[in-house]
Structure formats: structure tokens, C-alpha cells
């Protein structure tokens, strides 16, 4: 019967995948990482590194913001200034003696020497002003 066995392609291939067979180990390497606690230390100093680059950036926005509301309080300052030297014109002109004088001749009130007590800088030129008495 061996030689059917032989003639057995079947039975042949059965002899060799047997003998064929080797178990061999595999060794698995694993890669050494980060320890968890160096992992912690460098995402502490990532973060108070992010932390402080915000609160720089944070205080330069104020600082600007503090520049432009210095810059438009100087304007507005400066056009008070412009104003106020007007209005200070105008007070002059409307305090001068003659146009009070004339003002008051207008409404019909009479220049009276008698009455007058001069208190100022003009020398002599007093002016006081009463009313003209009703004539009926």
C-alpha cells in the first residue's frame, strides 16, 4: 500500500506542510514615551507661556485704547480752548462802555454826572444810566 500512498498527492502534501511547521517567537518592542509627569510639566509651561503672551496682549489694547482717549481728549481740550477764547472776545466786546452807553440811550434811559461813581481803569469817563421819567 505504500505505493498508492506515494502516488497520493494528498498524502504528500500532509508529510510536508507537517514537517514545514515552525513556531517562531516574536519579540515586541515597545518604544519608551514621555512620562505622564513630564507630559504635565511641559503642558503647565505651555500653558503660562500662552497665559502670559494674552495678558501682554490683553494690557497692549488697553494701552492703545487709553492713547486714542488721551489723543481725543487733547482735541476736544484744544477746541474748548478756541471756544472759550471766543466767547472771552465776545465778553469784551459786549462789556465796552459805549455800547453799553448806547444800548442804554436806546432803551431811553438818560446819562445823570451826578450819579455816577466811576470804579475801573478808564480815567475821568464815567457812565451811569437812569431811566427817563414818564412825562404824562
Same mark, same amino acid.
Given at each position: 500500500?505504500?505505493? +498508492? +500512498?506515494?502516488?497520493?498527492?494528498?498524502?504528500?502534501?500532509?508529510?510536508?506542510? &507537517?514537517?514545514?511547521?515552525?513556531?517562531?517567537?516574536?519579540?515586541? &518592542?515597545?518604544?519608551?514615551?514621555?512620562?505622564?509627569?513630564?507630559?504635565? %510639566? +511641559?503642558?503647565?509651561?505651555?500653558?503660562?507661556?500662552?497665559?502670559?503672551?494674552?495678558?501682554?496682549?490683553?494690557?497692549?489694547?488697553?494701552?492703545?485704547?487709553?492713547?486714542?482717549?488721551?489723543?481725543?481728549?487733547?482735541?476736544?481740550?484744544?477746541?474748548?480752548?478756541? !471756544?472759550?477764547?471766543?466767547?472771552? %472776545?465776545?465778553?469784551?466786546?459786549?462789556?465796552?462802555?459805549?455800547?453799553?452807553?448806547?444800548?442804554?440811550? &436806546?432803551?431811553?434811559?438818560?446819562? !445823570?454826572? !451826578?450819579?455816577?461813581?466811576?470804579?475801573?481803569?478808564?480815567?475821568?469817563?464815567?457812565?451811569?444810566?437812569?431811566?427817563?421819567? !414818564?412825562?404824562?
Amino acid at each position: 500500500m505504500s505505493y +498508492y +500512498y506515494q502516488g497520493n498527492l494528498a498524502m504528500e502534501l500532509e508529510k510536508e506542510s &507537517r514537517s514545514v511547521t515552525k513556531t517562531t517567537k516574536r519579540t515586541v &518592542r515597545i518604544k519608551p514615551t514621555i512620562p505622564t509627569g513630564e507630559k504635565l %510639566l +511641559y503642558l503647565l509651561f505651555i500653558s503660562l507661556t500662552v497665559t502670559g503672551l494674552g495678558m501682554v496682549g490683553v494690557r497692549y489694547s488697553q494701552i492703545s485704547q487709553m492713547n486714542y482717549e488721551i489723543q481725543s481728549t487733547k482735541k476736544e481740550n484744544r477746541l474748548i480752548a478756541e !471756544n472759550n477764547a471766543t466767547l472771552k %472776545l465776545q465778553i469784551e466786546q459786549l462789556s465796552n462802555r459805549d455800547r453799553i452807553q448806547r444800548e442804554a440811550e &436806546r432803551q431811553g434811559m438818560v446819562y !445823570n454826572a !451826578n450819579a455816577v461813581h466811576t470804579i475801573g481803569q478808564e480815567n475821568g469817563k464815567a457812565s451811569s444810566l437812569q431811566q427817563k421819567p !414818564n412825562q404824562p
